[in-house]
């Protein structure tokens, strides 16, 4: 979706503040939002791509206006309640009001603790032969899907080249949907900084997304 | 040290003052115990993980070695996670860690413009700044804006390649050597490898600077 997220190229955010000895978690409750992101995630209520499409979706001025986090906080109690794992009531309760529906792995306990820090895999078998090889030239396909996407927008009609290979992967747009892992190859294409940003653009830059096969043209 | 309380900041002894966010993240937490989805003690546990066994002191050492092994840096640049998975204390780097190189004619920065895609397995969890919108947006059209911010400058003739993590492959910087540094040792040289300098915002301290 072109949503307030894809944020690569826009203009007017203002300096980058770097901030001398900061703290891993500025307040204690950031900590639990990260703590039980994982846990409900690790629990099977819903997967990475999906929860980043429930904190693409909060409304423009939230998300623009709320800290990292908070973000993380409404992404997550929004898609629990249209999941169906808590409801509105039980939210303004703050209290659960009815019993819990099955988790696909069930609850989270301490002995989940170790699995979850290891980073999960996201390669599977290719169901077909790649389509580009290392040095193909392809177009990032004109698309502007109104669900959840990982192509970003400032490269969107522009050509640039196959530099990598990372074989085949749970393809987001189908994954955040609930339609399936529907794996495609992922490669990374490098695009030349003026393509992207006319001819006042940075002479010496390149930027490269990766690319899942399915946004991609021959050229 | 000043006492002086920020109105942001709250203590367990102070409930009158708590605001709303962690009243409603409090609510969440006590549905999700109640309901049987998690249980408190597990997410205690996860939060000390993340505060006690990853950080940039990973990536350091990988970093450091890479320095003073050549037959290391040749392997982590082929397969990073599997030249990592080769060193026993941090093995837990998932499938895709990408190593991409600094030289002299070539400067490497990564993003991840569309949320927060960052190596916490290398570098711990991503400071604020990675994840804000003045980085996301201009990292990919004026980078070397970005490095003013940083008080990083670069000479004009050096390419800059900025990595956009789109997908769930990490990236990670492997910053030049600082001269010097000559016969120094792993540990010595993980201590002048800075989190910033794997990212590509910054470059190691050099000897003798303070850390």
């Known amino acids: 979706m072109n949503g307030v997220h894809d944020m690569g190229g826009m203009d007017g955010f203002g300096k980058v503040e770097p901030e001398p000895n900061e703290p891993m978690f500025h307040e204690a409750w950031e900590s639990r939002v990260l703590a039980m992101v994982r846990a409900m995630g690790a629990a099977g209520a819903f997967n990475i791509d999906t929860s980043r499409f429930y904190r693409e ?12 986090y908070n973000k993380w906080f409404l992404g ?9 794992y808590l409801t509105r009531e039980e939210v303004a309760a703050g209290h659960a009001m009815q019993p819990g529906k099955a988790l696909k792995h069930g609850k989270f306990d301490l002995a989940n603790v170790e699995r979850i820090m290891v980073r999960g895999k996201f390669a599977r078998p290719a169901a077909a032969p790649a389509k580009f090889s290392i040095g193909d030239r392809v177009r990032a396909k004109n698309i502007h899907p109104i669900a959840h996407t990982r192509l970003p927008r400032y490269v969107r009609g522009h050509v640039g080249v196959v530099e990598l290979n990372h074989g ?15 794996p495609q190859w992922l490669y990374t294409v490098v695009f030349e900084g003026r393509d992207l940003w006319g001819a006042d653009g940075d002479p010496t830059l390149k930027v490269s997304i990766d690319a899942f096969e399915p946004y991609l043209d021959p050229v | 040290m000043s006492h002086d309380h920020d109105h942001h900041h709250h203590h367990d002894h102070d409930h009158s003052e708590l605001s709303e966010t962690e009243l409603r993240v409090r609510a969440l937490e006590t549905i999700l115990t109640e309901k049987g989805y998690v249980e408190p003690a597990a997410l205690d546990a996860i939060i000390q993980a993340y505060e006690t066994k990853i950080g940039p002191h990973n990536g350091a050492r990988v970093v450091a070695k890479a320095w003073t092994d050549p037959a290391f840096k ?90 956009d993590s789109t997908a769930e492959t990490r990236f990670l910087v492997l910053p030049m050597r600082p001269a010097g540094t000559e016969g120094w040792s792993e540990e010595q040289l993980a201590d002048l490898v800075t989190r910033d300098s794997m990212i590509g915002t910054g470059f190691p301290r050099t000897p003798g600077a303070p850390s």
């Open chain 1, 76 to 84: 997550l109690e929004e898609m629990l309640i249209e999941k169906g």
């Open chain 2, 74 to 163: 040749t392997a982590l640049l082929e397969d990073g996670s599997k030249a990592i998975g080769t060193l026993g204390h941090v093995s837990r780097v998932g499938d895709h860690l990408v190593v991409v190189e600094n030289t002299p004619q070539r400067h490497n920065m990564i993003v991840c413009t569309l949320c927060s895609c960052y190596p916490w397995e290398m570098l711990g969890l991503p400071p604020v700044w990675y994840k804000a919108s003045p980085y996301r947006s201009r990292a990919v059209k004026d980078p070397r804006g970005v490095l003013a911010d940083f008080d990083v400058t670069l000479p004009k003739d050096v390419e800059i390649r900025v990595w």
């Open chain 1, 57 to 68: 979706t909060l409304p423009p001025h939230v998300y623009l206006s709320s800290s990292y």
């Open chain 1, 168 to 182: 085949c992967h749970v393809f987001p747009d189908s994954a955040a949907m609930e339609l399936g892992e529907n």
